[in-house]
């Protein structure tokens, strides 16, 4: 088969990793490991690749990895990806997130102790995380805030914490223990357990 255009290639492999997920799911799993590598070891090819091989990554791979749940390796795909495709745009959100990194990332302790300190209070067995967010999804939330005349100091959720627990109604219980420490902003929350997402993920923003 000649394909006529690169989007033709990529929907081509698209659709043979469809085809083969549908009869094991490992295999795709092995194909995002693969390319998770390749875009670790980008920097040593040429720049027509990198621009073609990163495009393909944020089109197709990153995508598929949120399909299946796999959000670590979703951000780090996204977060290459972005390194190649926008440099001058990714070094600016880099040196912008790094000026104050240490300083939020001590919150997040912060943060995750007051929690576990909460929710061991009501009882309620849960595992707590927390993380600054990846660069691809704050240069996204820039460009949303740049259209409605914000800075880049304005954006309230640079930082996220998890919390895991086993049943669903451990989930609304610690959801109001979350809003008994920390009042709710009116619009900041999303039910993806009422409904759930397309991959069926489920949890509360």
């Known amino acids: 088969i000649t394909f006529k ?3 033709e290639k990529q929907a081509e492999n698209f659709r043979k990793m469809v085809i083969a997920m549908a009869k094991d799911i490992r295999v795709i799993l092995v194909k995002l490991c693969d390319r ?44 290459l990806s972005f390194r190649y495709l926008e440099p001058e745009d990714y070094k600016r959100v880099s040196e912008m997130v790094a000026s104050r990194r240490a300083e939020r990332e001590r919150y997040v302790v912060v943060v995750e102790d007051e929690l576990r300190a909460a929710l061991a209070a009501a009882h309620l067995d849960a595992e707590v995380s927390g993380r ?22 304005q954006i309230h959720d640079l930082l996220a914490v998890r919390i ?15 809003h008994q420490v920390w009042h709710p902003l009116p619009g900041g929350f999303d039910d993806y357990i009422a409904n759930p997402k397309e991959s069926m993920y489920q949890s509360l923003h």
Request: aromatic share 10%; hydrophobic share 40%.
């Open 5 to 7: 255009t690169t989007e």
């Open 36 to 79: 998770m590598d390749n875009m670790r070891t980008l920097s040593f090819m040429k720049p027509e690749a990198q621009d073609r091989i990163a495009r393909e990554t944020m089109d197709i791979y990153a995508p598929l990895a949120a399909r299946l749940g796999i959000y670590q390796m979703k951000w780090e795909l996204e977060d």
């Open 132 to 153: 600054v967010k990846h660069l691809f999804s704050i240069k996204e939330k820039m460009q949303r805030y740049a259209a409605d005349g914000k800075s880049f100091d």
């Open 164 to 178: 895991l627990v086993d049943t669903v109604p451990e989930c609304y219980a610690a959801l109001g223990i979350v």
